[in-house]
């Protein structure tokens, strides 16, 4: 990713991290609070954070896309193909958790393949998962 392409993908984030945090600012403490009888057995934490919680999230998951895209720029550049990446990064991103294991494995394997794909042949690729991310 050259500097030019890096300068203009970090200047059209800012207007969606702006979006997000109108969002997060206005427009989610006016959701209903979940039901303590209606959450699972074992609730993601998420379930019961603040509309602060996901302010600080946004700029993990904004680092976890760098960090992701630095690898799969570095697999690409040392002359890996795409479907290499993709299987890799698919392994890559498996999770174990014990409660939830299915439903993440699978999200982040799903996740894990598609990301090479739109770092290294969509428009916009980056700001596409990153969207997703989020």
Request: glycine share 6%.
């Amino acid at each position: 990713m050259g500097q030019n392409t890096l300068a203009r993908e970090a200047l059209m984030l800012l207007p969606f991290l702006a979006g997000f945090a109108l969002l997060i600012i206005f427009g989610l403490p006016l959701l209903p609070k979940v039901s303590i009888l209606r959450a699972p057995f074992d609730p993601p934490e998420f379930m019961f954070a603040s509309a602060w919680y996901y302010l600080p999230k946004s700029a993990d998951i904004l680092f976890q896309q760098t960090l992701a895209a630095r690898l799969i720029l570095t697999a690409a550049n040392a002359g890996y193909r795409l479907r290499q990446i993709m299987i890799g990064m698919a392994l890559a991103f498996d999770g174990f958790t014990p409660t939830y294991v299915i439903r993440f494995t699978c999200a982040a394997t799903l996740f894990g393949a598609l990301l090479p794909y739109l770092y290294l042949q969509a428009h916009h690729g980056f700001r596409w998962a990153y969207a997703l991310h989020s």
